[in-house]
């Protein structure tokens, strides 16, 4: 499994900082190319989940420095509180995107694997969601049965 997790690292992608640490005004985070378009692609897996119990279609994506949840998936989660958090998300075809919230311990889950994540909010159109690689070493060693 660690063989499958290094190759997921790629060297060459920005990486955003932790969102804690960072004024809003100097926030940068980045989006990879896969994320914003939907083409296939590796350093991705894209998954069938269910976000706050509503069915979703997310993306893992290693070239992501945050995870991020459409503007359409969070405008269904109404119940959860939007923190006004304004960052620009830079994309790696060169576009920005502005993200303008964060939606804060949002339950996600996976077949019977269940997260909480935090997500800032972004107009996406091919995914629900966007995962960033950082929680999955939350849980390393990864053991598959």
């Known amino acids: 499994m660690e063989i499958l997790w290094d190759s997921f690292v790629d060297d060459d992608c920005p990486l955003g900082s932790e969102t804690q640490s960072v004024p809003d005004e100097q926030l940068c985070l980045a989006l990879s190319k896969v994320a914003s378009s939907g083409s296939p692609a590796s350093h991705t897996i894209r998954f069938q989940a269910v ?3 509503i069915p979703a279609i997310i993306l893992i994506d290693s070239g992501s420095s945050s995870s991020f949840l459409s ?3 969070a405008a269904k989660l109404f119940w959860i509180q939007a923190i006004h958090q304004s960052s620009q998300v ?3 075809h060169g576009g920005l995107l502005h ?3 964060v939606l804060q311990s949002v339950e996600w889950s996976i077949d019977q694997c269940n997260f909480c ?3 800032g909010v972004l107009e996406l159109s091919a995914f629900d969601a966007i995962i960033d690689t950082d929680w ?3 849980f390393s060693p990864m053991h598959i049965d």
């Open 90 to 92: 830079q994309v790696a």
């Open 99 to 101: 993200s303008p919230a």
């Open 51 to 53: 976000i706050a119990g």
């Open 71 to 73: 503007s359409t998936m």
């Open 117 to 119: 994540s935090d997500f």
């Open 136 to 138: 999955l070493a939350t």
